[in-house]
């Protein structure tokens, strides 16, 4: 049984994180097929319904397992992507990964990384991490501010699902 970090839904000046659920499967569906996502930052063969289901489905045994993981964002109720902490590997080595992606009708408007200071909160303060990582395709400049926004540093060029990707790294 994991432990209840009392995590399972936050809040900042104008978001919540709830803990994911499988009604949130038609949300991340059209999410993450929506046709504006650039082929060069996540190619379209990636972004199926069935991959978001996988993704929602690979959420909720996060959660079930460690008591945390990655949250559904929510907007005024409504659901505009993910946004969290989880397990992963990261440039060959196991790491907690710090991810989000938001539905295009709402990016530029600083809510991947207002909810990505309320993860690393959590993650320092809450899970008594050490360390988080984050990774991005090298042409994805939005995610690349984001980690930089929050202080992350660049550690790294791997390979990853096909693609060069870039490491950033926060330590506590």
Do not use: C
């Given at each position: 049984?994991?432990?209840?970090?009392?995590?399972?839904r936050?809040?900042?000046?104008?978001?919540?994180?709830?803990?994911?659920?499988?009604?949130?499967?038609?949300?991340?569906?059209?999410?993450?097929?929506?046709?504006?996502?650039?082929?060069?930052?996540?190619?379209e063969?990636?972004?199926?319904?069935?991959?978001?289901?996988?993704?929602?489905q690979?959420?909720?045994?996060?959660?079930?397992?460690?008591?945390?993981?990655?949250?559904?964002?929510?907007?005024?109720?409504?659901?505009?992507?993910?946004?969290?902490?989880?397990?992963?590997?990261v440039?060959?080595?196991?790491?907690?990964e710090?991810?989000w992606f938001?539905?295009?009708?709402?990016?530029?408007?600083?809510?991947?990384?207002?909810?990505?200071?309320?993860?690393?909160?959590?993650?320092?303060?809450?899970?008594?991490l050490?360390?988080?990582?984050?990774?991005?395709?090298?042409?994805?400049?939005a995610?690349?501010?984001?980690?930089?926004?929050?202080?992350?540093?660049?550690?790294?060029?791997?390979?990853?699902?096909?693609?060069?990707?870039?490491?950033?790294?926060?330590?506590?």
């Amino acid at each position: 049984m994991p432990i209840d970090f009392g995590i399972d839904r936050v809040a900042t000046a104008r978001l919540v994180g709830r803990r994911p659920e499988p009604g949130d499967a038609l949300a991340y569906a059209r999410i993450f097929t929506d046709g504006r996502v650039a082929e060069e930052v996540w190619p379209e063969h990636l972004r199926t319904t069935d991959r978001a289901a996988d993704l929602l489905q690979a959420s909720i045994a996060h959660w079930e397992r460690w008591g945390f993981g990655p949250w559904t964002v929510l907007l005024d109720g409504e659901v505009i992507g993910y946004d969290g902490l989880r397990h992963a590997e990261v440039a060959g080595k196991p790491a907690i990964e710090l991810m989000w992606f938001l539905d295009a009708d709402h990016w530029g408007q600083g809510y991947a990384t207002e909810l990505a200071r309320e993860a690393l909160r959590v993650a320092f303060e809450v899970l008594e991490l050490d360390e988080v990582v984050a990774q991005t395709v090298d042409v994805n400049h939005a995610s690349r501010g984001v980690m930089e926004k929050l202080g992350m540093r660049h550690v790294d060029t791997v390979m990853h699902a096909g693609l060069p990707h870039v490491v950033y790294s926060l330590k506590r």
